[in-house]
């Protein structure tokens, strides 16, 4: 089956006074239709750039994607003019931003904003516009959709201004939607409602889906297969369900630490990562994690290890570290019932 | 009873089809309902609104042609004034040539509600545009209009538009509608800055907001993006700015008039008024005090005006 989306060796770096910053690095991935995919990672990973890069909206100057492929149903969208890439935009990929507060202009209504993309990509008229604008509000669950469509946006809620995002997201019946940190700004109830919102509009129309977030719980129960960035790279890709299960990077162990559960005993704390990501302009030589790995040793301060395959997992599960690699010293080590970090944190005090 | 029934059979619709009972504002209708409460900005647009009445209906209602000239009756003072030197005919009295006072008074109206607004409508043409493709565009745009900008406001106001009267008055320009049209470009030139500064800050803070990168993110063009999503946005500092550009024009007309490089004699103004009866002012003052006074009052309207628009549109600057 052809991939809907294939990104190839994507750079994209930022020219500022200070250097260049790498803020992705040499990101490759494939989508299928309908498939959904999350992206993890904490903050200034290089998570949102990727998903700018992918529908060309990186400011520029002094962003620029210096280096890569994006093909998109096959044509690559890096070579595309501008008018081809704003056929696109809305229409065949669509975004669902962080903050529904500040990304509806409020000085539109609502009908306005929403009707947007059927103007621009479908040629519908006013009238039409309105009534499928009405037929989209209700589908993402607004309330008498038609009496709240020339109120403005700051009538609306919170998790209500993002549901009106993503009715505009789906106006166009896009094939991908790129859906940017979309429960962070909202409280947690709304946080499930909207999630599981998404979940079934993608289900019902066979929508692509790339979730970004930095809460490995809110991919948990959304996608298909997740990818844990870190330092503008890839540093694992795993079926949802096996990353859980048997997770292969010491990222991926430290995120997974840092969640509180409901299922264990109250016996310890959380540990979080310690430490800052790597500053994306002077980039260390070998492994960009090392500085903070528990597990370290010389030769991940030295070479940058690969995107490999793991013994001990699903064929498709792949990592970039040198300890889980075949012949590593992670290799049978277990994050949950491993004691180095214990042994550290003890050392610490 | 009945009408008790009835209410919260009402109210219990009103529930089940989920419809908020409250009143629905839009941000426009907040702002006008806000302007309305403001006492002294109603005011002034009342006497604004009469000055517009009086100014449009000028030929119906002024008893006499403005330059009509009565010499035999000349310097007549105002009904108020010594009975001796007062004319039924002119309630406010006549000038040196005998014309009337009242007439010239409602005649000039015209001329400084048209001097008021149409250099603004021109200064808003050229401020928003210039300043929407600075601060949208940004880099050597910004910087060659930024100049451009810096080096008119870096010359005084008014001597700008003395120089600009002064030379131009005896060109084709110069004599069209007895000077008005190049009154308007006068004041459009040397006004225009300002609201292109005001609109480029604005863009600049904008146009960095989600919902821009969001429009972008539908596939915008750069285009509708200033027009749709941008320009609406900035139309509250506009409206503001505009109410305050129509009396600072309505004085330069005054000032230059007065200076006698503005409207040509003998079509009247208030600024030609109070030049021509600044000669006889030691013998009556009321051929300049009464168009002083107009000038001071509409003035005042519309800086009320402009005021309660200011904290109509934008509350959160209201300090009380």
């Known amino acids: 089956m052809p991939e809907l989306l294939e990104v190839k060796d994507l750079h994209t770096q930022f020219f500022t006074r200070d250097g260049v910053v790498r803020a992705v690095d040499g990101v490759s991935f494939e989508l299928a239709a309908g498939e959904t995919l999350g992206i993890v990672g904490e903050s200034g990973c290089g998570k949102s750039v990727t998903a700018l890069s992918l529908m060309r909206l990186i400011p520029q100057p002094p962003g620029r994607i210096t280096k890569g492929e994006i093909l998109f149903d096959g044509q690559d969208v890096l070579k595309m003019d501008d008018d081809e890439v704003r056929g696109i935009r809305g229409n065949r990929v669509a975004m669902i931003f962080q903050d529904p507060m500040t990304s509806l202009n409020p000085v539109l209504t609502i009908s306005r904003q929403v009707s947007e993309a059927l103007e621009l990509h479908l040629r519908m008229d006013r009238t039409e516009s309105r009534k499928r604008t009405v037929e989209l509000l209700e589908l993402v669950g607004i309330p008498s959709a038609k009496s709240r469509l020339d109120d403005y946006p700051h009538q609306f809620s919170g998790g209500m201004r993002q549901r009106v995002m993503i009715a505009m997201a789906l106006s166009c019946n896009p094939k991908l939607i790129l859906a940017d940190e979309p429960t962070t700004a909202l409280d947690v109830t709304i946080q499930a409602q909207i999630l599981d919102l998404l979940k079934n509009l993608a289900r019902e129309f066979r929508t692509a889906f790339i979730l970004i977030t930095h809460d490995l719980g809110v991919v948990a129960g959304m996608t298909q297969r997740i990818h844990v960035m870190y330092g503008g790279k890839i540093v694992e890709k795993a079926d949802t369900g096996e990353l859980f299960a048997n997770p292969k990077h010491p990222y991926t162990w430290g995120l997974l630490r840092s969640i509180p559960r409901l299922d264990e005993t109250r016996r310890e704390k959380l540990r979080p990562i310690e430490g800052l990501p790597p500053d994306l302009i002077a980039l260390p030589p070998g492994c960009r994690f090392a500085a903070r790995c528990q597990y370290k040793r010389d030769v991940c301060t030295e070479k940058e290890p690969e995107l490999v395959s793991i013994p001990n997992a699903k064929a498709d599960h792949e990592a970039r570290c040198w300890g889980t690699q075949a012949g590593g010293w992670l290799v049978d080590v277990d994050y949950r019932t491993d004691t180095t970090v214990f042994a550290t944190a003890k050392a610490d005090a | 009873m009945a009408t008790l029934s009835a209410a919260s059979a009402s109210q219990q619709h009103a529930a089940d089809v989920n419809v908020l009972v409250r009143r629905q504002r839009s941000l426009w209708g907040d702002a006008l309902y806000r302007l309305k409460r403001n006492r002294a900005a109603m005011a002034g647009l009342a006497v604004v609104l009469v000055a517009a009445v009086l100014a449009i209906l000028a030929p119906v209602i002024a008893p006499y042609d403005p330059i009509r000239q009565d010499t035999p009756n000349s310097l007549m003072e105002p009904f108020w004034g010594n009975p001796k030197f007062t004319l039924q005919q002119y309630p406010l009295g006549s000038d040196q040539l005998g014309r009337d006072i009242l007439s010239r008074l409602i005649w000039s109206a015209r001329i400084s509600l048209v001097v008021g607004f149409v250099p603004v409508t021109l200064v808003f ?23 451009l900008v810096d080096v008119i406001y870096a010359f005084p106001d008014l001597l700008f538009l003395i120089i600009i ?29 300002g609201m292109a500064r005001l609109v480029r800050g604005q863009v600049l803070s904008l146009k960095e907001k989600e919902f821009v990168e969001a429009a972008r993110a539908t596939g915008a063009t750069n285009r509708r993006i200033m027009f749709r999503h941008l320009f609406p946005n900035t139309l509250a500092p506009i409206i503001v700015s505009v109410a305050f550009g129509v009396p600072s024009a309505i004085l330069a007309e005054a000032t230059l008039s007065f200076l006698g490089i503005g409207i040509k004699p003998p079509t009247p103004t208030w600024g030609v008024m109070i030049n021509e009866g600044f000669v006889v002012f030691s013998t009556t003052p009321w051929p300049v005090l009464l168009p002083a006074f107009c000038i001071s009052l509409v003035m005042l309207a519309f800086t009320f005006l402009g005021d309660g628009l200011r904290d109509a549109l934008d509350p959160r600057q209201r300090a009380r």
């Open chain 2, 125 to 147: 043409l050229i401020g928003a545009t210039v300043g929407m493709a600075a601060g949208f565009y940004g880099r050597w745009v910004d910087n060659l209009l930024m100049r």
């Open chain 2, 165 to 193: 009267m002064a030379t131009l008055r005896g060109t084709i320009l110069g004599n069209l509608l007895g000077g008005l049209v190049l009154m308007f470009v006068a004041i459009a030139v040397v006004g225009w800055v």
